[in-house]
């Protein structure tokens, strides 16, 4: 069974920047399209960024420009930088293997003065 594991979330000002990171154990990684969810208090789950398999990738509207989706094969990874953060980016964020439909335990990101 695989597991996804979120990492680099946190508290940070508007403006700012994370890195957040999903490492997959137990799986053919690569041959996978993985993806970045959010899901804000009271809101449903939304997609952020897939990155598919040849490298190709997917933004939802209110993160292109601010946010890059990057994967490392070699070592099962996929990240989601964030930068010019703004409060409405304020969420758990989730990662997903789209093949697979398996879930991370969610990372907590709070952007706030």
């Known amino acids: 069974q695989e597991r996804l594991v979120e990492s680099g979330g946190g508290l940070v000002q508007p403006g700012g920047s994370l890195r957040l990171s999903c490492a997959a154990s137990?799986?053919?990684?690569?041959?996978?399209?993985m993806g970045w969810y959010r899901q804000a208090p009271g809101k449903q789950r939304e997609l952020v960024a897939v990155?598919?398999?040849?490298?190709?990738?997917k933004y939802a509207d209110s993160v292109k420009g601010r946010f890059t989706i990057s994967r490392d094969n070699a070592k099962k990874t996929v990240y989601l930088q964030m930068n010019s953060l703004k409060p409405e980016d304020t969420a758990v964020y989730f990662c997903?293997?789209?093949?697979?439909?398996?879930w991370g335990q969610g990372t907590q990101v709070t952007v706030s003065s």
């Open positions: 997903h293997n789209e093949g697979r439909n398996n």
């Open positions: 137990g799986s053919i990684f690569s041959i996978y399209a």
């Open positions: 990155i598919y398999n040849g490298g190709s990738t």
